[in-house]
């Protein structure tokens, strides 16, 4: 899994943060724009472009964009 | 022989007070009109008043089919109602129905309780009674205030959610027949969609000075959505089988439960189907529940041509979920 790729369609799912600010580390439940439809946004995006399922507890218990990298990579 | 059963008429009811995305970014500035515009695709939903209930928009809805389809009202001999928020535990409100539309009291009433797979399952009971011989014209009733279940600080339920009801006549003849059916049940998510206390095992616990959020609509949307991304391929793939299709190219029009823009385009794509054959109508009204599929049909009525046929897809709380192909006469 390449992990700038999943950083940039993690970012796409955002309209206001820009881009620049995701990193691997960013705790994203932290950033100002998240919020319940962005997380559902982000498990479709998972489900079209990873084939895999992440739950609501999965993003809840991941800090960093790492830790839900690290998921997806798990359940692939 | 078995009789056919059909789609007569349908005719739907919107309450008069709209709430709009601006009126509800003044309530939550975290939001802005474009945004909510844009992910759920909902420009405004209709809410009841507050002394109106599901009975009260169940008669205007049929009121309405009576006069848009000429129907008499005599004509009808059962009434179906699909709620989750009925006007008392008991009587069921189909009986309240009865009385003030003046349906002849020779009519069998029942409530029954499903949400967005409702309307699949109430034509499923209808064409069920009629393939029986238990009734000829049966009225189908989806009625729903789910504002009245949702708390006003909930931002998301009340962005989503509109309250509706639509009024159906199922008959031996119509414009769609109905066709063959997939039902399916999974109790096991049955905490995702919830309003909690209320009723017998637990129930309401808000006081003047404290509010419990269990007294409450509460959804699971991360939850619901997995389901739906689980559920819904396979339930589009077995009605398609069941009868006798195969693929989406086999089928003109698809309906699915209107729950968010959002969600309906992922499963659009993942399913393989293209833009123009699926239809939506939510943006002046919401997710209305069980409304949506008669809803869409009514408004998109116009485009549906002999022999065409459209699969129906109703999914959500329960989880429940049903599917059925209409062919149009």
Known sequence: ??????????????????????????????LEEWDSMVALMVIAMIDEEYNVKVSGDDIRNSTTIADLMAVVESKK | MMSQAYIKAISYYLPEHILTNEALVKEFPEWTVEKVAKKVGINQRHISAQDEFTSDMAIKASQKLFEEHSIDKADIDFILLCTQSPDYFLPTTACIVQDRLGIPTSAGALDYNQGCS???????????????????????????????????????NRTIFGDAASASLISTDGFAAIGEFELGT???????????????????KSTDTNIEMDDFLFMNGAGVFNFTLAAVPSLVENTLSKNQLEGVESVDWFVFHQANSFMLN????KIGIEQENFLMHMQDCGNTVSSTLPIVLKEHHE??????????????????WGGNVLTFC
């Open chain 2, 303 to 320: 485009k549906f041509k002999t022999g065409q046929k459209a699969l129906l897809a109703g999914f959500g709380v329960g989880y429940s």
């Open chain 2, 186 to 204: 999974d109790g096991s998510g049955f905490d995702d969609l919830i309003v909690k206390n209320g009723a017998m095992k637990s129930g309401t």
């Open chain 2, 266 to 269: 992922h499963l659009r794509k």
């Open chain 1, 1 to 30: 899994m390449n992990k700038e790729e999943f950083i940039q369609f993690f970012a796409e799912q955002f309209d206001e943060t820009e881009p620049e600010e995701f990193k691997a580390e960013t705790e994203f439940r932290q």
């Open chain 2, 118 to 156: 409702g309307y699949v399952y109430g034509l499923a009971l209808a064409k069920g009674l009629i393939a029986g011989g238990i009734a000829k014209n049966v009225l189908l009733i989806t009625s729903e205030v789910y504002s009245k279940h949702i708390h006003q600080s909930d931002k998301g």
